[in-house]
């Protein structure tokens, strides 16, 4: 929570893409430390650090996808969006529950942190230009170069009314 509250920083933020994966790699470390954990204490430090990372990963997934979606579709984004983030965690409960009867509590714990920190190691190989995501290819309000005034936005060329989230190519 002390994350959330304290996330104004991420708006000087350029590369997003970048704090996304280190904040999923964090959050994938700090649960993986706690599997490994036996004072309860401990424990909630690990998940204190990873509650935090998951702040900081949301708020940025969040910005990136409002940014680079085109204003007709944001509905539609925001929708499918909602989906994914609210099913993934079954997916880590179902892994941890098989796992963690199988094996062991800790076991679950451990192997929950560690695939979530290859999963995001497999994002970068695979989609890499989620971790080169620059908001500052994107213009917004105060940002991205000004146009005279009668030009087509960005995207109109496209078909797109309002393509505000398209990047400006300015030649001269």
């Given at each position: 929570m002390v994350a959330a509250l304290t996330s104004g920083w991420?708006?000087?933020?350029?590369?997003?893409g970048r704090v996304v994966v280190w904040a999923v790699?964090?959050?994938?470390?700090?649960?993986?430390?706690?599997g490994t954990m036996s004072a309860f204490a401990d424990v909630l430090v690990c998940f204190a650090v990873?509650?935090?990372a998951d702040s900081v990963s949301a708020v940025?997934?969040?910005?990136?996808?409002?940014?680079?979606t085109t204003e007709e579709m944001r509905g539609r984004m925001s929708a499918l969006y909602i989906m994914v983030v609210g099913s993934g965690p079954y997916l880590?409960?179902?892994?941890?529950?098989?796992?963690?009867?199988?094996?062991?509590?800790?076991?679950?714990?451990?192997s929950g942190g560690v695939l979530s920190m290859?999963?995001?190691?497999?994002?970068?190989?695979?989609?890499p230009a989620l971790y080169r995501f620059d908001s500052d290819d994107y213009p917004g309000p105060g940002k991205g170069p000004s146009?005279?005034?009668g030009d087509a936005p960005a995207g109109a060329a496209h078909?797109?009314?309002g393509a505000a989230a398209d990047p400006v190519e300015v030649t001269d």
């Open positions: 991420l708006a000087r933020v350029r590369r997003l790699l964090c959050w994938g470390g700090a649960i993986a430390l706690a990873a509650g935090a940025c997934r969040s910005t990136i996808v409002q940014t680079v880590g409960d179902a892994q941890a529950g098989a796992l963690g009867s199988l094996l062991s509590r800790r076991v679950a714990v451990f290859v999963g995001a190691v497999l994002v970068v190989v695979l989609c146009r005279p005034a078909g797109r009314k």
